[in-house]
T-cell receptor
């Protein structure tokens, strides 16, 4: 699986958009980009995933660059409840490796009033 | 409400006393999995199940058992718990098809073994 690099921490003002970057320069053509978050000691929460097109759902938008070497998760109007550690994961889709999720260090996002 | 539930949420027990942590999902998901999370070690997969009666070991299966007799339930059994199994445990489920890594997690069970 391709390695991902994320900033260790970021701050965002409440009500503003939070843009969380992720680098995955060695991503291969059949690997998806997944985003999860974990609020302190709660179960990880799936946010969104994509292959090459930009994706949007009720939680966030995922922007993937044309060369697929990086992506950005956008929380359009961050709230205090969005304070969490955000994980970018690159995996081949399907049932490979028993569906095991491996979280790296992630980005600790602090949303401030 | 679509969800994964775990019980108990908190448990303190003693070495050697058998225990079961239950996991149930109401989303008709075929895939289910157990993870443990420890400081500095991240999430580690214990067991997973592709469907009813089909289970397989993850990365850290020693000391654990699972069963999948019904689609919705995937209990984690510790036959003889030891202090090194003190951890935060998560159950997860996923719909079939592309997106196995789109997983939905339970709230967690914090287990302390003394």
């Amino acid at each position: 699986d391709a390695k991902t690099t994320q900033p260790t921490s970021m701050d965002c003002a409440e009500g503003r958009a939070a843009n969380l970057p992720c680098n995955h320069s060695t991503i291969s053509g059949n690997e998806y980009v997944y985003w999860y978050r974990q609020i302190h000691s709660q179960g990880p929460q799936y946010i969104i995933h994509g292959l090459k097109n930009n994706e949007t759902n009720e939680m966030a938008s995922l922007i993937i660059t044309e060369d697929r070497k990086s992506s950005t998760l956008i929380l359009p109007h961050a709230t205090l409840r969005d304070t969490a550690v955000y994980y970018c994961i690159v995996r081949v889709g399907g049932y490979n490796q028993g569906g095991k999720l491996i979280f790296g260090q992630g980005t600790e996002l602090s949303v401030k009033p | 409400e679509a969800q994964v539930t775990q019980n108990p949420r908190y448990l303190i027990t003693v070495t050697g006393k058998k225990l079961t942590v239950t996991c149930s999902q109401n989303m008709n998901h075929e895939y289910m999995s157990w993870y443990r999370q420890d400081p500095g070690l991240g999430l580690r997969q214990i067991y997973y199940s592709m469907n009813v009666e089909v289970t397989d070991k993850g990365d850290v299966p020693e000391g654990y058992k699972v069963s999948r007799k019904e689609k919705r339930n995937f209990p984690l059994i510790l036959e003889s718990p030891s202090p090194n199994q003190t951890s935060l445990y998560f159950c997860a489920s996923s719909p079939r098809g592309v997106g196995t890594y789109e997983q939905y997690f339970g709230p967690g069970t914090r287990l302390t073994v003394t």
